[in-house]
């Protein structure tokens, strides 16, 4: 293993430019931007202007100098990212209640048949969500898929259990341990042949992966804006559907936001005849201005170029594992192709937990590095090709070794944080 | 009518050193506390060092460091404000969703008939949520009570009502459009004896007026943060749930922030067993940090002081409208008893519209006074007993009396902008 080559690589690298369009603390490296994105320079600006100008200043007069369109601004960007249409994104609530909302208005809409289908790979509040709905709706419990091991979803099942029982699938595009990234397009076009649909959750792939929502027939899907988008803690989460689709479905909670005229305060609902209608409350601003810096970084770099640049790093970083770390007990828990992988890798070992805060310390060998500990023996490094560099994830190795080969992770009390 | 009798007034004020708390434009007159608080000079270092210190430099540990405890502080601080328990308050997603949540997990309960009650005072967002409810679960459309004039419900109607078909209310404890406040001790009562409930919307009362949940037998409430409480552009809404009934009401929206141990990621949804099961998603920290100082201050100010306040200057305010400007034809909209009187005050006039834009725009004889415009006839002067002293209302009225002699309203176009 050799830093001249980590440097090298580096020095190639036509995105490296972008690390510095974001707040970066020389002392560590952050290896967590699938849980929570860095904070973009320029969000800093646009927020302290929202604040100090817009609120303090203008007050409710913002609301028709900008606020109104903010929401309309961000979707127009969301939904170039996402090779959608302008008007079939919706930016607002988070992304349960987004997922929530899809899945009510799908069951409503009888487009089709009244079953629920998700797998142990998708996220557990995605399948939270459509549990409460089929328990309220005393239609029959989700199906949940089970594979045979943790790292790959096996197609053949998804596929015989939409033969078995054709109707509404929930899936996470990238799954939050493996990394694993479903076949988009040809899961698609299977359950369109057999009157399905997949709403896709979108939260660990948007960003740092290369998504066309409309090449690859996707009619439905929801996400987050605070992973590899970097809109900023507990940013608004957006929703996605088809324009095909859209003028079948009714939003179950029917907020003012959704109306055609929401300040005409008329006694009846009239829904907004296009993607509006998902609004259903006063948009959360604060949290909205922080999305737009990250939209636009992203924008110029190109998700072509950024998901280029996740696949060589996730490369790099695999066989450096497997170069290094055998030895030592670690395996790898993503997938091998790159093309069935999202942009973080997955380890397991026995001690996860506390190698994963020997990391976080830092020591006199090694910069405190930030990844995350998912229960019960996962760790898994996020690589953000917007800030994340290839020395970063070198040093990261290197730090791997030093705390495998000496066992200083045996130093960690067993306390666990709340989030990890 | 005299500036001295107003500069004597605010000479008595005990609460007029709050005024500094916030952000204040020397060249303006704000009368629209009741549509968006003012910003707290200490929201600004707040956020700013949730956005540089917490998301830019400690970015996800911050979870851990402040953002999971962050509700919970809020909640506590608004319970006491609201006279309720700490854990029957929860601060999370917007008021037409917690509205939601609470009416849709009432009539799954079956704690009450499926019987839905509103009137035509109340907020037109909680009226489409509640029909948009009804027409999902097939249950019969909400009785709407229509009264016999827009200033003052008849109490009679709404017992007529309960008694018809008892089952679930949904009133705005202060009225939008005419300042109504309801006897909310009674009615709860009222409606206690007869099987039924009432979700009190507080969004126009809350911080202007004091409010004792707990006395007053109030089982379940939601409303916004945005107007009295100063909590900033779509502030977070709140929910109340009664500890009586906590247990018995499951929330519809299961997102994985609602479960009893979110971070175990564990397959099954195990609701928490106290308020925090009304949570779904990850909540917009950047909005929710917005609210702190203003629950602070109204704590120091206390809600009686408050009210007290309040009640003297809409006392004065109206006075005034009916002293200077009753041969203007201009019509007091608001309910004469201050008992039943929130802390705005509405009045009536043909060119209202005009009117409105002509005293935002200012004047040599009159600063810029902001008050807001309600279709078709009306025009709303919120009184934030935080910083509105008495010489803006005198001031208020001498601008009103300058613009119908002069009649230089006529000067104004007739576009109308989105929020008015």
């Known amino acids: 293993m050799k830093l001249k080559q980590a440097i090298e690589l580096d020095r190639k690298d036509s995105l490296k430019k972008y690390k510095s369009h974001f707040l970066n603390s020389k002392k560590e490296i952050y290896l967590n931007g699938n849980s929570l994105g860095k904070l973009p320079i320029k969000s800093i600006k646009k927020i302290r202007k929202t604040i100090d100008y817009e609120w303090g200043d203008r007050l409710v007069r913002s609301w028709n100098e900008k606020w109104l369109d903010l929401s309309d601004n961000l979707e127009k960007k969301l939904a170039k990212i996402l090779g959608a249409k302008k008007r079939e994104v919706k930016i607002g609530d988070s992304t349960s209640i987004n997922l929530y909302q899809i899945v009510f208005s799908l069951l409503k809409s009888n487009l089709y048949k009244k ?11 995605d399948n939270y969500i459509i549990e409460g709905i089929s328990s309220n709706f005393n239609i029959k419990n989700p199906t949940i898929i089970n594979y045979s091991q943790d790292i790959s979803a096996e197609i053949n099942l998804i596929e015989k259990a939409i033969k078995k029982s054709p109707g509404i699938l929930c899936l996470s595009l990238v799954s ?9 397009k040809k899961l698609n ?5 057999n009157n399905s649909i997949i709403v896709w959750d979108l939260s ?3 960003g740092a992966t290369h998504i066309d929502l409309k090449k690859t027939n996707t009619l439905a899907a929801v996400g987050c804006s605070y992973k590899f988008l970097n809109g900023g803690p507990g ?3 957006f929703l996605f559907v088809d324009n095909s689709i859209q003028s079948k479905l009714e939003n179950p909670i029917k907020g003012w936001f959704g109306h055609k005229l929401p300040f005409k305060f ?3 609902y009239e829904a907004a005849n296009n993607i509006n209608k998902f609004d259903i409350g006063t948009p959360g601003v604060l949290s909205m201005v922080g999305m737009e810096a990250g939209l636009d970084i992203i924008t110029k770099a190109t998700t072509k170029s950024i998901r280029k640049k996740s696949i060589s790093q996730s490369e790099y970083f695999i066989s450096l594992i497997n170069q290094e770390l055998d030895s030592y007990n670690v395996k790898i828990e993503s997938p091998r192709d790159p ?6 890798v997955t380890i397991s070992h026995a001690e996860s937990w506390k190698i994963c805060r020997t990391l976080a310390k830092g020591s006199k060998k090694f910069p405190k590095i930030i990844c995350d500990y998912r229960p019960d023996k996962y760790i898994r490094f996020g690589i953000s090709p917007l800030y994340t560099s290839f020395q970063d994830l070198y040093h990261t190795i290197n730090a791997l070794i030093e705390i495998l080969k000496t066992e200083s992770y045996k130093k960690i009390k067993k306390e666990k944080n709340r989030v990890t």
Chains 1, 2 share one sequence.
Do not use: E
């Open 266 to 268: 008329s006694d009846k």
């Open 204 to 206: 660990h792939a948007v």
């Open 189 to 193: 076009d299977y359950a369109k042949k």
């Open 235 to 237: 940013a608004p989460g």
């Open 176 to 184: 939050y341990k493996s990394g694993w990234m479903y076949p988009l």
């Open 115 to 125: 079953s629920l289908i998700s797998d142990s790979f998708n996220f557990p509040s």
């Open 339 to 344: 093309l069935n992988r999202g942009s973080h």
